[in-house]
């Protein structure tokens, strides 16, 4: 029996990406149809580590044409996606100004040539297929596996589709062949993204937010948190990597000679880049002004893809003549200033530095600027000592006093959620976990 002419095939792709977190653990699915009768031709899902919904969802995109093109490369094909960005952009209605999205976006028209390739939006509900496929690549990163096609259910969860009929069309419940469908991408290195991305990672649930899966930590919100409150905006608060002088426990303030990271802070921070990632919460970064808080926020930033956003108001205490000296040191040259330090938060170090009161106060302005500006988002505030402990302090309603009486090691977590109705709930304090 002869061939069908190459040239007459017609595809439908339909691609999806997620990202938990966006930019967090993130994942993508495509499926080709056959347009006339609805079959599954071949599928492709894969964890693609930490990226953001958008480069999921071009990367699910680059997957199903190649996908098509494997099956044909003179057939037409008509790719179908949620994400009104993609089409409009490769469709050429939309410019594309995201130097994250230019490569991809001509990586994917690179694939067939543009007179063979047409874009529709559609709207997420006709996108199942895809969007479980990208799901299951994520839920398979988390357990640092594989996505196997042999335990992928998105087939057979589509609209109760049994592979056959029309696309688009419904029909009864038959003999579904998943061994029949191809299978394209998913390299062997994704695995390894998968465990290198979610080393550390803390317990989460997902949600789907305009069919993209988010994830989220279970809340575990205090009496005085009503339901109806929405969801907190939740900081991070990563103290900076180690300096020369955090060894020597020298007061290392905004007034001294700035320090850069060690190599050991260094490595802290990128190991705490690790945990951020695999957590895959964190929606924005911002960081004090000093260079050991902007280089951590740097090796973050990096690896979640985000940028950093300064804030004044995070900067470490002034310790004015202190500078630079150990307690013991400050103890032997002034015994009186010190001790009327220990003794008040209204005083201030020697030589005009910062009172406690004064931190505090600029702090909780930071806080409040932070709360306004992220609200019910997760944003990781890289910043130092005074500033962490001062945040809790105040979301517990301890004493000044309370201060002295917190263990804060260099790159260490914690985290306090806000809510909409000004309470604050203490989630965690002095996480060290991720340094090993």
């Not at 948190?225 to 905006?233: H, M, N, Q």
């Amino acid at each position: 029996m002869p061939s069908v002419p190459s040239a007459g095939r017609q595809f439908v792709v339909e691609a999806d990406g997620g990202s938990r977190g966006n930019p967090g653990p993130a994942g993508y699915g495509a499926v080709v149809l056959d347009p006339a009768t609805g079959e599954t031709l071949a599928e492709a899902a894969e964890f693609i580590g930490v990226a953001t919904n958008n480069v999921a969802e071009y990367k699910g995109l680059i997957a199903g044409l190649r996908a098509a093109r494997e099956l044909d490369p003179a057939a037409s094909v008509r790719v179908r996606m949620d994400s009104k960005l993609v089409v409009e952009q490769m469709s050429g209605r939309w410019r594309i100004k995201h130097p994250d999205m230019k490569p991809l976006a001509e990586q994917a028209a690179r694939i067939l040539p543009s007179a063979q390739v047409s874009y529709e939006w559609i709207p997420r509900e006709r996108n199942k297929h895809a969007d479980r496929l990208a799901n299951e690549a994520m839920d398979a990163g988390k357990r640092g596996r594989r996505w196997e096609p042999s335990a992928s259910m998105a087939e057979l969860a589509r609209s109760g589709r049994s592979g056959s009929g029309p696309l688009g069309a419904e029909s009864a419940a038959g003999d579904t062949d998943m061994g029949a469908a191809r299978v394209v991408g998913d390299a062997a290195a994704g695995a390894a993204r998968a465990r290198a991305a979610l080393a550390g990672a803390t317990a989460a649930t997902s949600t789907p937010v305009r069919g993209k899966a988010v994830a989220s930590p279970t809340p575990s919100v205090g009496w005085g948190s009503a339901p109806d409150l929405g969801a907190p905006t939740t900081l991070l608060l990563l103290r900076h990597g180690e300096t020369a002088l955090t060894p020597e426990k020298r007061f290392s303030g905004s007034g001294g000679t700035d320090p850069e990271l060690s190599a050991v802070g260094r490595g802290q921070a990128e190991r705490a880049a690790a945990a951020l990632a695999g957590r895959g919460t964190v929606q924005a970064i911002v960081s004090s002004p000093l260079r050991r808080c902007r280089e951590t926020a740097a090796v973050v930033a990096a690896r979640l893809g985000l940028d950093v956003r300064i804030e004044e108001g995070l900067r470490e205490t002034d310790f004015g003549a202190w500078e630079g000296l150990t307690f013991a040191e400050v103890r032997e040259r002034y015994p009186d200033d010190l001790d009327a330090w220990l003794a008040s938060a209204k005083s201030a170090p020697t030589g005009g530095g910062e009172s406690f009161a004064t931190v505090a106060r600029r702090v909780a302005a930071a806080r409040d600027r932070l709360i306004a500006g992220y609200p019910g988002r997760t944003v990781l505030a890289v910043t130092h000592v005074t500033p962490i402990k001062t945040l809790v302090r105040l979301a517990l309603g301890a004493p000044p006093e309370s201060l002295f009486r917190m263990e804060l090691s260099a790159a260490a977590l914690s985290e306090v959620a806000y809510y909409g109705d000004g309470n604050a709930s203490v989630r965690g304090l002095n996480d060290t976990g991720h340094l090993g």
